[in-house]
């Protein structure tokens, strides 16, 4: 946190390193969250690189005691639900989208993981768009329900709502082929 306050305080101050740097640690993060939000490995890579040039021309809006992870998140959480709002009636070609890439060893663990992964995100991209933020900025961005609450500016019952119905929404959609 203190880094990311010196980082912030930097890169206002139109500092080339600090953009780097936030650049560095946040990009892996903010590309998986991305991914999960859109199933689309092309177009997230196109939303963080957004919100990148969004973060460079609001650098005099960035208020060096918020939380710069927090509003990277916002950043790209906002651009995903965009993308999705023009895509709604727009079918994606499997020749558009990258799958994601596995870590499992061996070709049957790789075979089964990837098939679970696709199930997963099958599933995701089922639920309703704030239901699926939620659920993936918490499982895969790890944040709080207070952070995602300030984030969204909804209340804390609601973001548990929204979490617990999309979980259950996934369990029903998975019938019983993956445990959540």
């Known amino acids: 946190m203190l880094e990311d306050k010196i980082l912030a305080w930097q890169f206002k101050k139109c500092s080339r390193a600090a953009l780097c740097r936030i650049y560095e640690k946040y990009y892996d993060y903010l590309l998986t969250v991305a991914t999960a939000l859109l199933h689309d490995v092309n177009a997230a890579e196109d939303v963080v690189h957004d919100s990148f ?57 790789a075979a089964i993981n990837n098939e679970e992964t696709q199930l997963i995100l099958d599933a995701l991209e089922q639920l309703p768009y704030e239901q699926r933020e939620v659920v993936v900025l918490r499982t895969r961005g790890r944040m709080t329900f207070r952070a995602i609450a300030e984030l969204r500016q909804v209340s804390i019952r609601t973001v548990h709502s929204r979490y617990h119905y999309g979980l259950d929404k996934l369990r029903t959609l998975l019938n019983g082929q993956l445990k959540l």
């Open 53 to 109: 040039l969004k973060l460079l021309e609001s650098a005099h809006l960035l208020n060096p005691r918020g939380s710069l992870k927090w509003y990277l998140v916002a950043c790209v959480s906002n651009r995903a639900r965009d993308i999705l709002r023009g895509r709604r009636h727009q079918a994606v070609g499997l020749d558009e989208s990258l799958p994601l890439q596995s870590e499992a060893k061996g070709p049957a663990s």
